[in-house]
C-alpha cells in the first residue's frame, strides 16, 4: 500500500496560517472520515492533534483545524507559533489488510 | 491521560525474535485498544496490528501476518508486541498507542530495536 503524499517542508512567520495537505486515493482518505494528523517533536512521541478529519482532543488548541475534499485532506494551522515548529503526519484508514496507512510526514519550519 | 512506558532499547541477532513491552500508568489501559506501530530509518510510520484486550479480538497487517503477535492484559495493564524471523528491514522505533484514531491516542515513547549481526 502507497503512503499518503505530503510535502516535505513548509514554513510560515508567526501569527501567519499555513495548510498542509495529505493526498491519498479513493480506497483511504476518499472512503472514510477516518484521518488523523500527529504533531511530533524531534525525540519525543507523536502526538494526536487532529482526529475523524475535522475533531480535536480534548487539550488541543483550536489553531489546529482539519478538512477533507475528495481524496485530499488537510491540516490548517493558524496563529503560527514558535514551538509549532515540528514535523506533522497524516494517516487514513484504508480498505484491506493493511488498515491504516501514514503520510512522508511534513517538516513545518517556523521562521 | 493514560502514559504508556515501553521496554527499553534492544539489539537483535537475524534470525531471531523480539518482545517488546508497554505498561499504562495506573495499571489498566481503560477498555481502550492498544495498536503498535513502527518507524524504520528514513520510512513511513507502518501500522503492525492491534488488539482490544476486553474482546480478545486481535487484528494484523498483512504484511505482518504470520510473524507478529499481540497480547495484552486490561487488569494489568501491560501489553507486548513479538516479532519474528527478524532482519536488518525490522531496524525501527516501535511504538504502542492507546485508542489509535480516538479522542484518547495516546502513544509510548518508543523502543529502538537494531537488527545486526
Known amino acids: 500500500q502507497s503512503a499518503l503524499t505530503q510535502p516535505a517542508s513548509v514554513s510560515g512567520s508567526p501569527g501567519q496560517s499555513i495548510t498542509i495537505s495529505c493526498t491519498g486515493t479513493?480506497?483511504?482518505?476518499?472512503?472514510?472520515?477516518?484521518v488523523s494528523w500527529y504533531q511530533k517533536h524531534p525525540g519525543k512521541a507523536p502526538k494526536l492533534i487532529i482526529y475523524?478529519?475535522?475533531k480535536r482532543p480534548s487539550g488541543v488548541s483550536s489553531r489546529f483545524s482539519g478538512s477533507k475534499s475528495g481524496n485530499t485532506a488537510s491540516l490548517t494551522i493558524s496563529g503560527l507559533q514558535a514551538e509549532d515548529e515540528a514535523e506533522y503526519y497524516c494517516?487514513?484508514?484504508?480498505?484491506?489488510?493493511?488498515?491504516?496507512?501514514f503520510g512522508g510526514g511534513t517538516k513545518l519550519t517556523v521562521l | 491521560q493514560v502514559q504508556l512506558v515501553q521496554s527499553g532499547a534492544e539489539v537483535k541477532k537475524p534470525g531471531s525474535s523480539l518482545k517488546v513491552s508497554c505498561k499504562a500508568s495506573?495499571?489498566?489501559?481503560?477498555?481502550?485498544?492498544i495498536t503498535w506501530m513502527r518507524q524504520a530509518p528514513g520510512q513511513v510510520l507502518e501500522w503492525m496490528g492491534r488488539?482490544?484486550?476486553?474482546?480478545?479480538?486481535?487484528d494484523y497487517a498483512q504484511k505482518f501476518q504470520g510473524r507478529v503477535t499481540i497480547i495484552a492484559d486490561d487488569s494489568t495493564g501491560t501489553a507486548y508486541m513479538e516479532l519474528s524471523g527478524l532482519t536488518s528491514e525490522d531496524t525501527a522505533v516501535y511504538y504502542c498507542?492507546?485508542?489509535?484514531?480516538?479522542?484518547?491516542?495516546?502513544w509510548g515513547q518508543g523502543t529502538l530495536v537494531t537488527v545486526s549481526s
Open positions: 498507542v492507546t485508542d489509535f484514531g480516538g479522542p484518547k491516542d495516546y
Open positions: 495506573g495499571g489498566t489501559f481503560n477498555r481502550f485498544s
Open positions: 488488539t482490544i484486550p476486553v474482546s480478545g479480538t486481535t
Open positions: 479513493s480506497s483511504d482518505i476518499g472512503s472514510f472520515n477516518l
Open positions: 475523524e478529519v475535522i
Open positions: 494517516c487514513s484508514f484504508v480498505t484491506g489488510s493493511t488498515f491504516w496507512v
